[in-house]
């Protein structure tokens, strides 16, 4: 393993370094907030900080570009971690001792990051809200994997239909959001029925990240709906499979009446 500040180019790894001797897990980003803010004073940028702790650091065109287009850059200052099994690692307290290997930054060493299996790594060319299409180049891999764990959580606690009309209600809701329609009544409305509606997701969710992937390796709740004695095949107490030539029936209904009556219709052309 090598000291990363010896990866070139040197001046990019020594500020990596410095911000990873910082802890700034999701939550608790303001002392790297300031440290990033001193170090932007201290060669003479301005920094601005919201309300809402957003981070602004300007600096002014180079001369003769004073007239060309401003160029934002934009990250995020916070992380989310997860220790390695059986590491004590406090992500409150404690730096991230980055490591490298083979002249690339690998892993932090008693940590695991999604970020290490290529996940949550998005290319893709998006719709913007006034028409135009632009490329957009993501990293979000803790965002990805809650996802991924909510969307194992929901197989055995949500029924079907309710799992189906949330899959409608997602696609407006991310309209919604991506929109800046967020203090609307709408928004508002489908938090209420999310919250109603997860209710029962909660539980332990076990994914196996690889090469970009992320695997199911087991699922438990409390409020599971799943029965193995009743899913089961074969015969027994819960579920007579005989019950199933009803709803057979009066499904394919429709599609008998068609095939019969589709014999005398006028050729369609």
Not at 12 to 28: D, Q, R, Y
Not at 223 to 239: I, V
Request: with cysteine.
């Amino acid at each position: 393993m090598e000291n990363i500040c010896t990866l070139e180019p040197r001046a990019v790894w020594k500020i990596f370094a410095e911000i990873c001797a910082i802890p700034h897990p999701s939550g608790h980003e303001k002392a790297l907030a300031d440290a990033i803010a001193a170090m932007a004073e201290q060669h003479g940028l301005k920094a601005r900080r919201d309300a809402y702790g957003n981070l602004r650091i300007d600096r002014a065109a180079s001369p003769g570009f004073e007239t060309r287009s401003t160029v934002i850059l934009q990250g995020h200052l916070d992380m989310v971690p997860q220790a390695e099994a059986g590491s004590l690692f406090d992500f409150e307290k404690d730096p991230i001792p980055a490591v490298a290997d083979g002249g690339f930054v690998r892993s932090a060493a008693g940590t695991t990051l999604g970020g290490d299996n290529g996940i949550g790594l998005l290319d893709i060319v998006e719709n913007r809200l006034v028409g135009m299409k632009s490329r957009g180049v993501y990293e979000t891999p803790g965002g990805a994997i809650l996802y991924k764990a909510i969307n194992v959580l929901e197989t055995i606690t949500l029924d079907k239909e309710s799992s189906h009309f949330k899959a409608q209600l997602a696609q407006k809701y991310a309209d919604i959001v991506y929109n800046g329609q967020w203090f609307t009544p709408l928004r508002e409305a489908l938090d209420a029925f999310a919250d109603s509606l997860e209710k029962t997701v909660t539980g332990d969710v076990k994914l196996k990240l690889y090469k970009g992937n992320m695997i199911n390796a087991g699922v438990t709740s409390p409020y599971t709906l799943y029965d193995e004695q009743t899913a089961s095949f074969g015969e027994d107490d819960d579920y007579n499979q005989a019950d199933s030539a009803g709803f057979i029936n009066l499904f394919g209904l429709s599609i008998k009446e068609r095939a019969k009556l589709s014999k005398n219709w006028p050729e369609v052309k």
